[in-house]
């Protein structure tokens, strides 16, 4: 990885034993790799479409499979997955970069980067940490096309904030070969490219983006693919999915649940929960939809938790409040991302601590480095315990769903 020497180049993942190969002979009954989620599972969502799409299923499992020996087998830095995680890692932590941009140059792999910045999201992006302590983690994954946004992108990358790690995909061996045609041959500006060919035009450029970045002291990565196919695909895919993985104990939080998403769904269907719907709408008592059908779509049921002691005590406003004076130092500060007075986030939490026996929040005076405030252990548990809460109420909730109404 690059960082303030121009003339040193970016790391490479994809260089050493555990390389993105070619394809090698393998059979159509390939051994599913253990602990591949989403894109290569059975599910709906995985590989079926692929192979509804024609694509060489076999192959694609087949290159998984590869991968998943290597990284099983090489230590080190020759460990693709884990160098990917780490240095993600270490640049998050140590050094504020907490943007990942993915830059494919090859549209052929353009959709790999769309996939790389959900599966990035929904895997890291969390609140609490295993523990369940409060954490707000998250890297930002950000998609580019090279060379279509090398213009516009990289002048933010080089010269804008220093808060993004780059990782550039590139195509060693593309299926087309275009030789640039015999125009204005009397024009040096443009005569020089004549007969050039574009495939190896396309991986100058990312030569050149990689060394714009680093004269600039701004780190990336490149990961070479040999061709783009089926082969080559599921070692990417799944060395990818095992990074992501890793990178979630280097975070030490669960990279397999989302439970923002599960949350985030259940105003929708509350919204559903209007007068004119009502004579489609069947809702069960305290204000939890049961199972719904609303011009043949099934909706989820909803609900909310909170801690009542005479009067509600505890609940996901309070939790969110707290969450930002955690991550800011500042009860101010935590009151205006909430859009809430300072006043009022003041009185709320002097209710909250009256109901619930101890204090949440140390507060210091001001002086020379300004107030703040801290949350006190009882706070930190207390929060602890209710996301742990939220969390398996919310399994319980789903699980009685489908239990119920299955259909």
């Avoid at 895919?237 to 769904?265: H, K």
């Avoid at 509600?312 to 130092?329: M, N, S």
């Amino acid at each position: 990885m690059q960082r303030g020497r121009a003339w040193s180049s970016p790391q490479i993942l994809g260089t050493g034993s555990c390389a993105i190969s070619h394809r090698r002979r393998e059979s159509a009954h390939s051994r599913f790799p253990p602990g591949v989620v989403a894109v290569l599972g059975a599910e709906p969502g995985g590989v079926t479409p692929a192979a509804v799409c024609r694509m060489d299923v076999a192959a694609l499992l087949g290159g998984a499979r590869a991968m998943d020996e290597c990284i099983q087998t090489e230590p080190g830095a020759g460990n693709p997955a884990g160098l990917f995680a780490l240095v993600r890692y270490l640049e998050y932590v140590h050094f504020g970069r907490r943007i990942s941009v993915m830059m494919p140059y090859s549209a052929g792999l353009r959709d790999v980067a769309d996939w790389y910045r959900q599966l990035w999201a929904e895997s890291l992006g969390k609140a609490v940490d295993k523990a369940g302590r409060p954490v707000g983690i998250g890297p930002t994954p950000v998609k580019a096309l090279g060379a279509t946004d090398q213009h516009s992108q990289i002048q933010l990358y080089a010269e804008g904030p220093d808060d993004k790690v780059v990782t550039f995909l590139r195509v060693a061996s593309f299926a087309n070969h275009l030789a640039m045609p015999a125009l204005h041959e009397g024009r040096s500006e443009f005569s020089y490219l004549i007969g050039s060919d574009l495939a190896g035009l396309l991986n100058a450029e990312q030569e050149a983006t990689a060394w714009a970045l680093a004269r600039r002291g701004r780190p990336s990565l490149r990961i070479d693919v040999p061709r783009v196919d089926a082969w080559s695909l599921g070692q990417l895919l799944f060395m990818l999915e095992y990074a992501t993985a890793l990178a979630g104990e280097l975070f030490n939080v669960n990279a397999f649940d989302q439970p923002g998403w599960s949350w985030g769904s259940r105003p929708l269907t509350r919204s559903w929960d209007a007068p004119a719907m009502r004579p489609w709408l069947r809702t069960s008592e305290g204000g939890r939809s049961g199972a719904v059908r609303v011009s043949g779509r099934t909706l989820r049921p909803v609900f909310k938790v909170w801690l009542d002691r005479d009067g509600k005590a505890f609940g996901e406003g309070p939790q969110r409040l707290l969450e930002g004076v955690d991550r800011t130092g500042s009860l101010r500060q935590a009151a205006m991302e909430l859009n809430m007075s300072y006043n009022k986030a003041w009185r709320l939490l002097r209710a909250l601590e009256d109901k619930l026996g101890f204090a949440l929040l140390e507060r210091s005076a001001g002086g020379l480095g300004g107030g703040g405030s801290q949350l006190t252990e009882g706070a930190r548990d207390l929060m602890r315990r209710f996301a742990a809460l939220e969390q398996e109420a919310g399994a319980a909730v789903d699980a009685a769903f489908h239990r119920h109404f299955p259909d």
